[in-house]
C-alpha cells in the first residue's frame, strides 16, 4: 500500500500539481499578511522610522487586516495601543496569532485534496 502512494507521489511530481499549486498560493498570502502585521509591529516599537508613504501603508492595511480582533481590543479596555508609534500594539499581536492560526486550518483542508 505504501509503495502504491508513493508511486502516485511520483506520476505527479511530474506533471501539474493543483493542490501543491493551491498551497504555495494560501502560503504566499499569508506570509504577505504576517509580513504587513510584523511590519506594523516594529513601526509601533519605533524600529523602523514612520514617516513617509510607506509607514502610511503599513498602518493602513493593518489596520485592515486587526478589523477582526477590534472587538477583543473593545473587551480589555485600554490595553490596546490606538496609533502608530505609541509603542507594542497588543491588537497586532493578537492579529498575528489569528492570521497563524487561520493559516493553519486551511493548510490543514488543501492538504486533504491530495487525498482526493
Given amino acids: 500500500m505504501i509503495k502504491r502512494f508513493d508511486r502516485q507521489r511520483a506520476e505527479h511530481a511530474d506533471g501539474f500539481d493543483l493542490s ?3 498551497r504555495r498560493v494560501v502560503v504566499l498570502a499569508f ?8 511590519a506594523r509591529i516594529l513601526l509601533d516599537l519605533g524600529v523602523v522610522p514612520g514617516g513617509g508613504r510607506l ?3 503599513i498602518v493602513t492595511y493593518s489596520d485592515i ?5 477590534q472587538r477583543a481590543g473593545s473587551i480589555f479596555g485600554g490595553l490596546f495601543a490606538t ?3 505609541t509603542g507594542l500594539n497588543v ?3 493578537v ?5 497563524s492560526v487561520v493559516e493553519g486550518l ?3 483542508v488543501v492538504k486533504k485534496f491530495d487525498e482526493v
Avoid: C, T
Fill in 91 to 93: 491588537k497586532m499581536l
Fill in 65 to 69: 487586516l486587526a478589523a477582526p480582533v
Fill in 106 to 108: 486551511i493548510m490543514r
Fill in 31 to 38: 506570509a504577505v499578511i504576517q509580513l504587513v502585521l510584523v
Fill in 55 to 57: 509607514g502610511d501603508l
Fill in 20 to 22: 501543491r499549486s493551491v
Fill in 95 to 99: 492579529a498575528l496569532v489569528g492570521w
Fill in 83 to 85: 496609533g502608530a508609534g
